[in-house]
């Protein structure tokens, strides 16, 4: 009827639990990473959001708001937009 003794029993009762304790950690701590880049992966994603509403809000504002400086065209001046004439000489006045 019992097709395996004592001492076969004895022996699966020393060597299971040791090896099944030592999965069990293995597999907590695979747990606890895979809880970890989760943790990781939202914060990643919140941020990207929060980056992405705050762009949208600068550019919003840039182009809502006036700028500081208006564009006068005296406020330009012309002749350091040009290019030079002729090299002057020594001693010679600019074509001013």
């Keep these: 009827m019992f097709r395996y003794k004592l001492r076969t029993l004895l022996m699966l009762l020393a ?3 040791p090896l099944l304790g030592v999965g ?10 895979q809880e970890r880049l989760k943790v990781i992966e939202a914060e990643k994603a919140r941020l ?4 992405e509403l ?25 002749r350091k937009l040009t290019r030079p004439g002729a090299a002057a000489k020594a001693g010679e006045p600019r074509g001013e």
């Design 24 to 33: 069990w950690v293995k597999y907590a701590a695979w747990k606890a990473a």
């Design 48 to 51: 990207e959001e929060l980056i």
């Design 54 to 78: 705050t762009t949208w809000q600068v550019t919003l504002r840039a182009y809502s708001e006036p700028p500081t400086t208006p564009m006068q065209p005296e406020a330009v001046d012309v």
């Design 15 to 17: 060597v299971l639990p």
